[in-house]
């Protein structure tokens, strides 16, 4: 059965072009879910039925699953049935009518103008590191792009003259405009520093860890919880709060959520219509705070 696992992994990876973390989510999703098949004395992935699928599903959430990780595994376990049925090792998807789990949408951490003011003021230009941190954090917030496509950028990928970006995303390619801050970060690293710290003349990363090689997500995770804790900022700062930060601030001062949608790289503009939830709940506790009657 494992032979059907390292073939969807290879049909993910070959066909779908899924990002490294997508494949990596998907493949432990349906080793776990092999796993306990073979603990119920029923191994073979070809036989299951659409009730195995709801009891490993309930299973999930009795041992303490979150809902966000059973819709997850849901999504997964039908992914590969898709794939089995497409192949041709089974005649129907057992998972097609397996009714997802729930999840109550949670409002995203926005950081005031003033806090992003005060994190992106954190990393000071007196060495490589300083030059580099600056550039990163100026760039995530500039353009809303996610971590994966941050470290993801190569050279190639900038600008510098006309000030934009091309993001290779989940969807597609996207062309982001920069401010003059984030040009002017990325002048000053890609001109001056970086070039100290590369230990190939030929690695094509934008961003380097001080080993000379392309930032991981672990380590560029390291870099935001550390000015986090040096602005003393007691939000739960992340990559993805930069993200969406940006897009409420874009809002909140006039753009149109269609442009921000392409900004941002979502498929559908219902990923991008939460940033007006979010306004509006705003305007409704200030409402609630300010009014005298209220």
């Known amino acids: 059965m494992t032979d059907y696992v390292n073939a969807y992994q290879t049909y993910l990876a070959d066909e779908k072009h899924v990002s490294a973390n997508t494949l990596s989510s998907y493949v432990r999703d349906i080793t776990q879910f092999q796993t306990w098949l073979l603990h119920k004395g029923a191994p073979d992935l070809r036989k299951v039925k659409k009730e195995t699928i709801s009891e490993y599903l309930q299973y999930l959430t009795q041992i303490g699953k979150s809902p966000a990780t059973v819709t997850r595994c849901t999504a997964s376990v039908k992914s590969f049935y898709t794939y089995m049925m497409q192949a041709g090792h089974v005649k129907a998807n057992p998972a097609k009518a397996v009714a997802a789990v729930k999840v109550d949408r949670k409002m995203p951490e926005i950081l005031t103008s003033k806090e992003v003011e005060l994190f992106l003021e954190q990393p000071k230009c007196v060495d490589e590191k300083g030059y580099r941190d600056h550039a990163m954090l100026e760039l995530l917030y500039a353009t809303g792009i996610r971590v994966s496509e ?119 503009i219902s990923s991008t219509q939460i940033y007006t939830h979010i306004i509006k709940k705003q305007l409704n506790d200030v409402y609630h705070k300010a009014h005298p009657r209220a």
């Open 150 to 268: 941050l470290i993801g950028l190569n050279i190639s990928d900038v600008n510098l003259t006309i000030g934009f970006i091309r993001c290779r995303g989940k969807e597609k390619e996207r062309i982001i405009p920069l401010y003059q801050a984030a040009i002017k970060a990325l002048q000053d690293y890609m001109h001056d520093i970086r070039p100290r710290i590369v230990s190939d003349e030929e690695e094509e990363a934008l961003f380097v860890n001080m080993s000379g090689e392309r930032m991981s997500r672990q380590g560029f995770w390291k870099i935001i919880k550390y000015y986090q804790e040096k602005a003393e900022i007691e939000k739960d700062i992340t990559p993805h709060t930069l993200r969406h930060s940006f897009a409420v601030h874009l809002l909140q001062n006039g753009a149109d959520l269609r442009s921000i949608q392409e900004m941002l790289g979502h498929a559908d």
